[in-house]
C-alpha cells in the first residue's frame, strides 16, 4: 500500500497542510500542538498504508521533535517520511516537515514506530542530522518522582479539566495534539507562577519558544478522566531552559503521558534568543526546580 504515497530516493510524502489564523499562538506562528498533530497525521498515514490499518494515537508511545524554522499563516507545509537505516535510532522513522515551494526546513520529529519500516525508503545522513538530539535525550521518559520545595512542599498541580469525546481518536484514545494542548495550558500555568507572565511578555516583547521537545505515551486514561499535570524546570542555563511536564489521571493517579520541552526566551522583534532573565532563575532556585549549568 505504501505505492500510493509519493514517492522520492529518500522519502516518501505522507502529509500536507497549510498554516490557518487560527492556528497562530502570541508569537504569532504555528501553536507547537498542530506541528504534533501533523507528525501524528504522518505517522499514521505510513501505518496505515503499511498494515492496513490505522492505529491511531498507538502507531509510537514516544516522538522527539526539533524546530528550525517558524511557520506563519499562510504558508504551506509538506512531511516527507523515511526510515532511519543505521545508527542508535536504526529502524525508527524520520519525519521532515517542509515549508513554502523552496522546501525548507520547518521542524523534524524521530519516533520509535509500532508499524513495519522495512519497505521504507532510506534516508540520507544529511536529512537526518538536523533531527538528532542536541538538549533533550532521545529516548522513552521513565517515570520519576516530582522534586519538592527546599521546605519540602510538594509542587503545585495545573488541573488542566476533563478529556472529552473530541479529545480522543477513533480508537479512544488521547490525541497527540490534544496532550500537546493541555500540556500549553500547564506550561502557561506554571511559567506564570515563576514570573514570566503576560504583563512581563508585552512589557519586555519578549516570550519562551520552544526548540527541542520529546514526548513519551503511558496510557491511563480516558473519555470523563480528568487530568492534572505537575511540572517544574528540569535544566536550567544561560540562555535556555527545559521544562517537564508529567500528565496523571486525577481519579486512579495512573500516568497518562509525560513531556519535556527545551525553551529559548526570544525577542520576538528581532526573533534572536536572549538570556533566561535573572527573575526565572531565582525563582527556580527558590523553588529547587533545577540547577545552574
Known amino acids: 500500500m505504501l505505492d500510493r504515497l509519493l514517492r ?12 490557518k489564523r487560527w492556528e497562530c499562538d502570541r508569537n504569532n506562528h504555528w501553536n507547537v500542538q498542530f506541528y504534533v498533530r501533523a507528525f501524528q497525521m504522518a505517522s499514521e498515514i505510513l501505518a496505515s498504508a503499511t498494515t ?16 528550525h524554522g517558524e511557520l506563519f499563516c499562510p504558508e504551506t507545509m509538506r512531511v516527507l517520511s523515511a526510515r532511519i537505516a543505521e545508527g542508535p535510532y536504526a529502524g525508527w522513522v524520520l519525519h521532515r516537515m517542509l515549508k513554502g515551494k523552496d522546501d525548507r ?9 509500532a508499524y ?4 521504507l525508503p532510506v534516508c540520507t545522513a544529511a536529512e537526518l542530522q538536523p533531527a538528532l538530539p542536541r538538549g533533550l535525550p532521545a529516548a522513552p521518559h521513565e517515570l520519576v518522582a516530582a522534586p519538592r520545595d527546599p521546605q519540602g512542599a510538594a509542587l503545585p ?6 478529556v472529552r469525546p473530541s479529545d480522543v481518536d477513533h480508537r479512544d484514545r488521547l490525541q497527540w495534539n490534544a496532550l500537546a494542548g493541555l500540556c500549553s495550558g500547564a506550561s502557561h500555568s506554571f511559567l506564570n507562577q515563576l514570573g514570566l507572565t503576560a504583563d512581563w511578555i508585552n512589557e519586555s516583547n519578549c516570550n519562551r ?28 542555563g544561560s540562555r535556555h531552559f527545559t ?3 508529567q500528565i496523571l489521571n486525577t ?34 532556585r527558590a523553588h529547587g526546580l533545577g540547577g545552574l549549568e
Not at 8 to 19: I, K, P, Q, R
Not at 56 to 65: C, D, E, I, L
Not at 157 to 162: E, I, P
Not at 260 to 275: F, N
Request: glycine residues 8%; proline residues 5%; aromatic residues 6%.
Open 8 to 19: 522520492t530516493d529518500t522519502a516518501v510524502a505522507t502529509y500536507s497542510s497549510v498554516v
Open 157 to 162: 498541580t495545573a488541573m488542566v479539566g476533563v
Open 116 to 119: 513495519p519500516v522495512a519497505d
Open 243 to 245: 521544562t517537564r511536564h
Open 209 to 236: 519558544m520552544a526548540v527541542e521537545m520529546s514526548v513519551t505515551l503511558h496510557g491511563g486514561c480516558g473519555v470523563g478522566d480528568s487530568l492534572d499535570i505537575q511540572s517544574w524546570v528540569s535544566d536550567l
Open 52 to 67: 492496513g490499518e490505522n492505529p491511531g494515537s498507538q502507531s509510537t508511545a514516544f516522538r522527539h521533535y526539533r524546530f
Open 251 to 284: 481519579q486512579t493517579g495512573a500516568p497518562c503521558a509525560t513531556l519535556e520541552q527545551l525553551l529559548l526566551v526570544i525577542d520576538l522583534e528581532k526573533r534572536k534568543p536572549v538570556s533566561v532573565p535573572d527573575f526565572l532563575r531565582e525563582a527556580a
Open 105 to 113: 526546513l520547518s521542524a523534524t520529529a524521530i519516533e520509535k514506530p
